[in-house]
């Protein structure tokens, strides 16, 4: 494998740490090299970790995931998205963006 790099944005990118996608279950930052993203998951699944870009497909609202439900829930206008991205629910008509995610060193990255 080799190590993650600052390069182009199509590589795995640092985005936190462990330690901050532990404490919640969930690490968003509005502002990684490759755009918004949140990652949801722990250390203790790391092979299930999801991640996505948060931004709603339907008016951009940052939409929050529902461990109850198993889903990503837009505030706005109550769009439903899967944790693969598929609408589930309307107004939204496209998917959400989704990454790669995986943990390595303690620290979260991500890959378009
Ligand atoms: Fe998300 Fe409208 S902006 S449902």
Same mark, same amino acid.
């Not at 390069?7 to 795995?12: L, S, T, Y």
């Not at 309307?90 to 959400?96: F, H, I, S």
């Given at each position: 494998a080799s190590s993650p790099s600052q390069?182009?944005?199509?590589?795995?990118q640092k985005i936190g740490t462990v330690a901050?996608?532990?404490k919640?279950?969930?690490?968003?930052?509005e502002d990684s090299p490759v755009g918004a993203v949140l990652v949801v998951g722990t250390?203790? @699944?790391a092979k299930n970790l999801?991640?996505?870009?948060?931004?709603?497909?339907?008016?951009?609202?940052? #939409?929050?995931? $529902?461990?109850?439900?198993n889903q990503f829930v837009c505030p706005c206008h109550d769009a439903k998205f899967a944790r693969d991205g598929k609408v589930q629910a @309307?107004?939204?008509?496209?998917?959400?963006r989704t990454y790669l995610a995986k943990i390595e060193n303690d620290s #979260?990255?991500? $890959?378009p």
């Open positions: 390069g182009a944005a199509k590589d795995w901050e996608l532990d919640t279950g969930q690490l968003l930052v250390s203790k @699944a999801i991640a996505v870009n948060p931004t709603c497909t339907h008016q951009g609202c940052t #939409v929050a995931w $529902k461990t109850d439900k @309307a107004p939204a008509e496209k998917p959400l #979260v990255f991500v $890959k």
